[in-house]
């Protein structure tokens, strides 16, 4: 099978072009896994943080990708969930424990044995890839493969930090940073709190235009003074200044969530900006998120089909996914970028 691989730690300023297009045995699938021939892969910005190292895979060459859809091909002796021919997606999270103090409370996203797709296991920027069928999902039939592919990871994880941030209809919201996440966020928001106004922090004028586009009440830059104070702030930024403006616009008692696999360590002096006062007294609280779990994700493809939540997307061939991971590490960004797997 064509597939592209990462095979060591780039940095995008020595290398444009870190995957390499190379041709793989197809997998086959164990007792309880599926092979999915992949059809369409959305691209995200933790393929960068894969690349780059911040979040290192452990083994090379390994097989990038995370949201992933296609249909199976072959199922494992021991494997009846789904038929041959069926649409599943699978996403970020590809295995965890099961028997650990976190699986057992459903946080199977804080497993210590968590399994990460494309990172710790091959992925889907390839023609074919398996999994575990209790870690595949139905996908809604309104989806298109391509459509379904970023709600995989960007929708669940957005769905997941919106949750963590605790908030009910009519509280104001803030999203600092507007990709993938943040744009199906705002969307989720419009349905689930039809009173809560949204304020957008982006640096480019286009992700605002667009975030005012989607409904946002306000859109500005970065270090803005938000018009109100906000309940809730998610930040999906991988820099430090977003998080320390973000806090000056908490109201007393708010909540920061940052929604970012690891921070990029540009710009993090912008942390000594931080001043007890202004960003934290008053019971302000920052929470990370981590991972997803397989109920955000299920739960959020049936929310995302009930709304409907059609992501914004941009079509990549499989030998473009170069191009596409550097546009995103440039933040040229309309929407979500997927990769358009065929034969
Ligand atoms: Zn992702
Ligand atoms: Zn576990």
Redesign the pocket.
């Known amino acids: 099978m064509k597939a592209m691989v990462l095979k060591k730690i780039w940095s995008f300023k020595e290398n444009k072009n870190p995957l390499e297009l190379v041709n793989l045995p197809d997998p086959l699938p164990e007792e309880k896994e599926i092979l999915v021939k992949v059809s369409a892969c959305g691209v995200c910005h933790t393929e960068l943080d894969e690349i780059e190292g911040r979040t290192p895979p452990p083994r090379f060459p390994v097989v990038p990708g995370h949201e992933v859809v296609g249909r199976v091909e072959k199922t494992g002796s021991k494997a009846n969930k789904f038929k041959i021919g069926e649409r599943v997606g699978i996403a970020w999270i590809y295995s ?5 103090e ?2 057992l409370k459903g946080n ?1 996203n804080l ?3 968590f399994r990460a797709t494309g990172r710790d296991a091959n992925g889907g920027y390839a023609q074919y890839t398996v999994v575990l069928e209790d870690f595949a999902y139905k996908i809604p039939d309104l989806f298109s493969d391509s459509q379904a592919a970023p709600l995989l990871c960007a929708g669940a994880i957005g769905y997941r930090s919106l949750r963590l941030t605790g908030i009910k209809d009519s509280k104001n919201l803030g999203l600092t940073g507007f990709g993938a996440s943040a744009h199906l966020v705002l969307k989720m928001v419009k349905h689930k709190y039809p009173n809560s106004k949204v304020f957008v922090f982006a640096r480019s004028e286009k992700e605002r235009d667009f975030a005012k586009e989607l409904g946002a009440v306000w859109a500005g830059e970065t270090e803005e003074e938000s018009p109100e104070k906000l309940d809730c702030v998610i930040d999906t930024t991988p820099a430090w200044k977003p998080i320390v403006e973000a806090l000056k616009n908490l109201k007393s008692g708010g909540r920061l969530v940052i929604n970012a696999i690891r921070k990029e360590e540009v710009s993090k002096e912008y942390l000594l900006k931080l001043d007890y006062s202004a960003h934290l007294w008053l019971e302000k609280e920052i929470k990370s998120v981590a991972n997803v779990t397989r109920r955000d994700v299920s739960e959020f493809l049936n929310l995302a089909a009930k709304i409907p939540i059609k992501p914004e997307i941009q079509e990549f061939t499989l030998e473009e996914a170069n191009k596409a991971l550097l546009e995103l590490k440039e933040r040229k960004i309309r929407g979500a970028k997927v990769l358009r797997i065929g034969d």
């Open positions: 965890a424990c099961g028997r650990c976190f699986c199977e497993c210590s044995n």
